[in-house]
């Protein structure tokens, strides 16, 4: 059987995805009935952190727990990734005991290599291109509070990063339109959007791209790896900011979202993250049940 990775939403087919939301949607009422469920019984997630974590490291590690299994925390501080054991070495040793390994890292091209290296999945936690694990929790939240997302529009307001990036490929997976307002030298990866011109469009005021939305979501102006381009982005993005004036241009039913953490009064208001539409400790909590779902999927052996 050939192994399957998840390095981007591209990696399952739609169906597959549709799969994996439902299956979350399961697994987090199952477990909030007290069923035990442990599929994942004997099985050791590997889970490398190059960047920092709350949200990823407690779904993953809780996930893991939840199904049966078990997960070990490494990072580059205190293992020999940190001094300069190739990747290729690494995955070819980690995959050879672990059952599945989740890695958060800096370029896209290390979680390439390493699925090429390795004998069991691995799962993107986050690079500075992709954070796909995020849009699975994300399409089941807004699936939880509005039903399907397909043929809706989403306004992406601000940076045009990692999160950006893989809410074009949501778009294309789960069949939205996508309108992304980000102010000029911080669009999206050009060949990404000219994949997907025929759902994504790019504007630069944010009020056309929120104009009658469905969904409104943000994220930090300086990624992870850009702190000190802070003051810099600061400025470029001022005008970027999600706020009520700018939620009144969706539609009264919209929904408000951020993969947190989050800086309340630049990227958005405490008003709106803190207010009615804001649907962010769902999205949050998703994490643990939507990762289960794609654990399951990817690890499960019968
Ligand atoms: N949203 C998210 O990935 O959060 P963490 O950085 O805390 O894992
Ligand atoms: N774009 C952010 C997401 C954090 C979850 C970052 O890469 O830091």
Redesign the pocket.
């Known amino acids: 059987m050939t192994v399957r990775h998840f390095l981007t939403l591209k990696d399952l087919s739609k169906d597959e995805l549709q799969i994996v939301l439902q299956r979350g949607i399961e697994l987090k009422k199952r477990q909030k009935d007290g069923e035990i469920y442990e599929p994942l019984k004997n099985q050791t997630l590997a889970m490398i952190f190059e960047k920092?974590?709350?949200?990823?490291?407690l779904s993953f590690e809780i996930g893991m727990t939840q199904l049966g299994g078990h997960a070990i925390f490494l990072s580059p501080r205190d293992s020999q990734l940190g001094r300069g054991e190739p990747i290729e070495d690494s995955a070819r040793v980690i995959s050879s005991m672990a059952d599945a390994i989740m890695i958060r890292t800096f370029g896209h091209e290390i979680i390439e290599n390493m699925a090429e290296y390795s004998k069991v999945p691995i799962i993107n936690a986050?690079t500075d291109d992709f954070?796909p694990?995020?849009l699975l929790a994300d399409m089941q939240t807004y699936y939880e509070h509005r039903g399907s997302i397909a043929g809706k529009t989403v306004a992406w307001i601000g940076d045009g990063n990692n999160m950006c990036h893989s809410y074009i490929n949501a778009a294309e997976q789960y069949d939205f339109k996508l309108r992304i307002a980000c102010p000029e030298g911080y669009d999206p990866n050009p060949e990404l959007v000219e994949q997907h011109a025929d759902r994504v469009e790019i504007v630069r005021n944010s009020k056309d791209a929120a104009a009658n939305a469905d969904l409104i979501v943000t994220d930090v102006w300086a990624s992870m790896g850009q702190e000190e381009e802070q003051r810099l982005r600061e400025k470029a993005f001022a005008d970027y900011q999600v706020n009520e004036e700018l939620m009144a241009c969706a539609k009264d039913t919209a929904l408000f979202m951020h993969?947190?953490?989050a800086h309340r009064g630049e990227e958005v208001t405490a008003e709106v993250i803190d207010g009615k539409q804001s649907v962010i400790w769902d999205e949050?909590e998703n994490?643990l049940h939507a990762q289960k779902a794609l654990l399951e999927f990817l690890m499960a052996k019968s």
Do not use: I, K
Not at 52 to 57: A, I, K, N, V
């Open positions: 920092s974590s709350t949200r990823t490291r986050l954070h694990c995020q993969c947190l953490p949050a994490r």
